[in-house]
Each structure stands twice: as C-alpha cells, then as structure tokens.
C-alpha cells in the first residue's frame, strides 16, 4: 500500500524556519515527480514548490528565496527546508507523488504549519 507520511510541522516564531520531511513508501520513488501543497482555512490548497524526477525545481512566488525543495531517492525522501516564515504561511502542508509516466497520484495526511508571535 502506498503511503506518504510528513513529519516536521509545528508552531514556530515570525522569521524562524522548519524542515518538513515526506517519508514516501511508493515503489520506483525516482520516476516520481514530488511536491508540497498548503491549505490555510479557507482557502484552496495550492502548490508551494516541485520537484520533478529529474530534480528541477518550481516554487510558488509567495515562498521563491525562502523555501527550498529537495529529495533523496534513495532514501525516499522529499524535504521542505522553510525559512522566514510568516504569518500567513500558516497551513496543512501536504505532500503529493505524481508519477512522471503515468497517472498515479498519491496524497499524504497533512502535517500543520502555525506561524504565530
């Protein structure tokens, strides 16, 4: 059964920084592409950065210079390192799993993100 399970979401400071992790049990991780989304009250869940199977990366321009994407594929293993957080980065952080040559999706649960003084 595939699986993402994240891990690293808590309460953090203005301007401090958090890494979150994304433990993927998915057979052929590497063909993966891997990206983290966010969801704040109401609002729509939305892309923050991608990391494709041949690691290129995309971020949304609200995160762009502060958050940074990576994977291990060995490991499988896909991290968001955060930093200058702000208030409104407040969200479920979610990881996803698309597969580069098929229409395989996966979601994981969701790990919480509060930015708050």
């Known amino acids: 059964q595939v699986q993402l399970v994240e891990s690293g979401g808590g309460l953090v400071h203005p301007g401090g920084s958090l890494r979150l992790s994304c433990a993927a049990s998915?057979?052929?991780?590497?063909?993966?592409?891997m990206g983290w989304y966010r969801q704040a009250p109401g609002k729509q869940r939305e892309l923050v950065a991608l990391?494709?199977?041949?690691?290129?990366?995309n971020y949304a321009a609200a995160v762009k210079d502060r958050f940074t994407i990576s994977r291990e594929n060995a490991k499988k293993l896909v991290y968001l390192q955060m930093n200058s957080l702000k208030p409104e980065d407040t969200a479920v952080y979610y990881c996803?799993?698309?597969?580069?040559?098929?229409?395989?999706?996966?979601w994981g649960q969701g790990t919480q993100v509060t930015v708050s003084s």
């Open positions: 996803n799993a698309k597969s580069a040559v098929s229409d395989l999706v996966y």
């Open positions: 998915i057979n052929f991780f590497s063909i993966y592409n």
């Open positions: 990391i494709t199977s041949d690691s290129s990366t």
